[in-house]
């Protein structure tokens, strides 16, 4: 069994002033596999004046030495590979095909970021005045549980970029994984307090960080209502805040789609992270016209989709992180049945033979009305909803109908069509005919999805400040 007990503090491993403990859980089989100590107030005070004092001259750092820094990080992480990858399976549940490629999402923040650098502007002139863009100050950053150590390092790497220093707050359930990115950070050979971090909790060590004078900006991954207490809460010093929040994302397919090929996406696609992504397709919009034999596709496809241990490479889905969030997604599955919408497969209850873990059944609705609260609310499971829509401008209609606007899908044989959707759908991100990334490109919501991008220059420049200077 693992016991954490240490923050990462100037650039050393310390022993915390708080005593609270969190059992960390092994969501396969619910067998207790570590221990971590929780900060406190105490101990997140260190970490920011570690990270006040390192910010006065790390914010004079030449754009070479930062690259330096990102290329020295990437090294040490990519070293690592192996155990962190393991690690996010044992702790996390995550799938291997999910973890591997979250561990492939850490190393590209790092060189898309470097690239970044290597061609961005911080003197630039506006009319006849000169404009400096200068690091915002200390950056206290918040991270989730579903992809802890890949949201560490992309905004990490963004802050370095910017000539900032930071406090990092992971998840308490994320312990084992973040132990490992902090022994990479280590090995990287930082300068001293330009990378701090503290296990705890949100109400402790959270709120210490979105409190204090000496934080000048915020950068959460999380839930809309988190999201939301903490803009409150920054707003009392005028932090700056990026907020990557919820999401309720549309899939459309259009009528003139390749069914065979754009349905087996699209039911994969929204078990992506075994349901547990805030850009998962969990709505699928279809006509009405071809409802039936998207049914039969998906009916036939769901078979192919593989619950069970995440260690498994074939495995499609690995059991929900927590007891809590297996019963939250079981809630909504007794809702989508109460509220009339037909089940096509799936269902309350665990898969036979894994019922020692918090394992979900893939489940489908059909017929779903937008409506309904398992088309409106994020579930964070593997659920999907198949809605119809009666033509192209119904579609967008209800692909809009919602408070979230994080990510949305469109399929089309004809891209110039998917292109004109895409261009109406009130979303941060639109994936036309597959699912795609890229780290170069801004990440981040409309509406009630969050405030501000991540990655690329955007993502950069939300951690600088114009300062305009007139001779």
């Not at 000169?130 to 992809?147: F, K, L, Q, Y």
């Not at 050979?189 to 909790?201: A, D, E, R, S, Y």
């Not at 994969?268 to 969990?282: D, E, H, I, K, R």
């Not at 409309?446 to 501000?452: D, E, L, T, W, Y």
Request: with cysteine.
């Amino acid at each position: 069994m693992k016991n954490i007990d240490q923050a990462y503090i100037n650039g050393e491993f310390i022993t915390l002033s708080g005593t609270e403990t969190f059992d960390l859980i092994n969501p396969s089989n619910h067998q207790k596999i570590g221990e971590v100590v929780l900060g406190n107030e105490i101990d997140t005070q260190k970490a920011i004046i570690a990270a006040k004092e390192a910010f006065k001259t790390f914010s004079k750092s030449t754009v070479e030495e930062r690259i330096v820094i990102l290329q020295n990080v990437r090294k040490a992480v990519e070293s690592r590979e192996k155990d962190l990858i393991e690690t996010m399976i044992l702790e996390y549940g995550g799938t291997r095909q999910f973890c591997t490629m979250s561990f492939q999402n850490m190393l590209s923040g790092f060189d898309s970021m470097i690239e970044v650098l290597r061609h961005f502007e911080f003197t630039r002139k506006a009319g006849n005045t000169r404009v400096e863009m200068t690091p915002v100050g200390v950056v206290g950053i918040i991270t989730p549980w579903n992809s802890s150590n890949s949201f560490i390092c992309s905004k990490f790497a963004t802050a370095v970029a910017a000539g900032c220093t930071v406090v990092v707050k992971p998840s308490e359930m994320s312990a084992m994984q973040t132990q490992v990115i902090m022994e990479c950070f280590h090995n990287a050979g930082l300068p001293k307090g330009i990378f701090n971090l503290v296990n705890g909790l949100g109400n402790v060590v959270g709120s210490e960080i979105v409190n204090s004078s000496y934080i000048s900006k915020i950068s959460f991954t999380g839930s809309t209502q988190t999201g939301k207490m903490i803009a409150k809460e920054a707003v009392g010093s005028m932090k700056r805040v990026t907020l990557e929040l919820g999401g309720k994302s549309p899939n459309i397919i259009l009528d003139d789609a390749d069914l065979k090929q754009v349905i087996p996406q699209a039911v994969f696609g929204a078990y992506m992270n075994s349901g547990q992504a805030c850009v998962a397709p969990t709505r699928l919009l279809v006509p009405y016209s071809k409802l039936a034999e998207v049914n039969t596709i998906a009916k036939e496809v769901i078979q192919q989709v593989r619950v069970g241990n995440p260690e498994d490479e074939n495995t499609n889905v690995g059991p929900m992180v927590s007891e809590k969030q297996y019963e939250r997604v079981q809630s909504y599955i007794k809702i989508g049945v109460e509220e009339g919408a037909e089940l096509l497969s799936g269902g309350i209850g665990k898969p036979e033979g894994l019922e020692n873990g918090n394992f979900v059944k893939a489940t489908i609705f059909t017929n779903v009305k937008n409506e309904m609260r398992i088309a409106q609310d994020e579930i964070f499971g593997p659920v999907l909803s198949i809605i119809p829509y009666e033509n192209e401008e119904d579609a967008i209609a209800i692909a809009n109908d919602t408070t979230y606007g994080l990510a949305a899908y469109v399929s089309s044989s004809d891209e110039q069509r998917a292109l004109n959707v895409a261009s109406q759908i009130d979303a941060g991100r639109v994936c036309v005919n597959g699912f795609k990334h890229d780290p170069l490109a801004p990440f981040g919501g409309f509406k009630q999805s969050g405030i501000g991008r991540e990655f690329g220059v955007y993502g950069l420049e939300e951690y600088l400040e114009p300062k305009s200077i007139l001779v």
